[in-house]
């Protein structure tokens, strides 16, 4: 079991680093328009015009394969990885990136998002940090924005070993309920689909291999029942 705060240093400091060195083949390749999070978003009608913040994005693969699909979009990372963010920087100026983390004390460097992206982020935080990593996105995003969701689809709370390193773990939850019980995000597309290759699941137990995708719509006031004064 680790200690208080001891998955959230280690990611930070050293693994996302080593996350990003073993998965550098085609880092440096905007995501093509059928990755999952592209695909998701290519249901949403979107303005010409807006914000996208990745929040472990890497070296902004996504990113960039979405603003090839809207060059006026602003679009920045958020990533622990000072080596995925020099190779992001290199492959895709267009992008702004930060060397930051979701759970970081001080809240996400950019706020006012209309849209934000965490792809398999949030089955990497530390269990004493959640509550902050969830505060963090939803403070970053602004009302009537889209918070996109991709992560493991567990029907149970479940925590596997992380095989790179021990002591770590992936945690498999419902992450986009957690903002849906908010009241304030309603969730308007999810799209589970059976992993074939992961190495954070068991491949064997067909309660381990889902993997779901969600966007969320924020809404500050509209989902109110308001009685008239
Ligand atoms: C499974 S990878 C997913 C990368 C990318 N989002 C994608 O969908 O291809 C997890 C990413 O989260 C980053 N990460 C790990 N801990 C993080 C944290 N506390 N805050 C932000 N990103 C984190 C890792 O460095 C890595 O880039």
């Known amino acids: 079991m680790t200690s208080l705060n001891q ?12 996350w990003y060195e073993r998965n550098a083949a085609g880092a440096t390749e905007p ?34 394969g979405f603003r090839r699909q809207y060059p006026q979009w602003h679009c920045r990372v958020v990533e622990p990885s000072g080596k995925a963010i020099a190779a992001g920087k290199k492959a895709f100026p267009h992008l702004e990136f930060t060397q930051g983390s979701i759970t970081q004390a001080q809240g996400l ?5 209309t849209i934000v992206v965490i792809g398999g982020v949030f089955c990497l935080v530390d269990r004493s940090l959640l509550s902050r990593a969830v505060a963090n996105v939803d403070l970053a995003l602004k009302d009537g924005g889209y918070l996109v ?18 002591g770590l773990y992936t945690y498999k939850q419902d992450y986009a309920e957690i903002f849906r019980q908010l009241g304030i995000y309603h969730l308007i597309y999810r799209f589970s689909e059976t992993l074939v290759d992961h190495s954070s699941s068991d491949l ?3 309660y381990d291999r ?5 966007i969320l719509r924020k809404d500050l006031q509209g989902r109110y029942f308001r009685k008239s004064e």
Do not use: C, M
């Open 7 to 18: 998955q959230d240093t280690i990611f930070v400091n050293q693994e996302a680093d080593a």
């Open 149 to 166: 969701i991709s992560d493991f689809d567990s029907p149970f709370l479940r925590a596997n070993a992380y095989k790179h390193r021990s």
């Open 204 to 206: 064997a137990d067909p």
């Open 31 to 64: 995501a093509p328009p059928n990755d999952r999070i592209l695909r998701a978003l290519s249901h949403l009608t979107l303005p010409a015009q807006g914000i996208l913040i990745d929040v472990g994005g890497s070296s902004g693969r996504v990113a960039e």
């Open 210 to 214: 889902q993997w779901v995708t969600s």
């Open 109 to 113: 460097p950019w706020q006012e998002a």
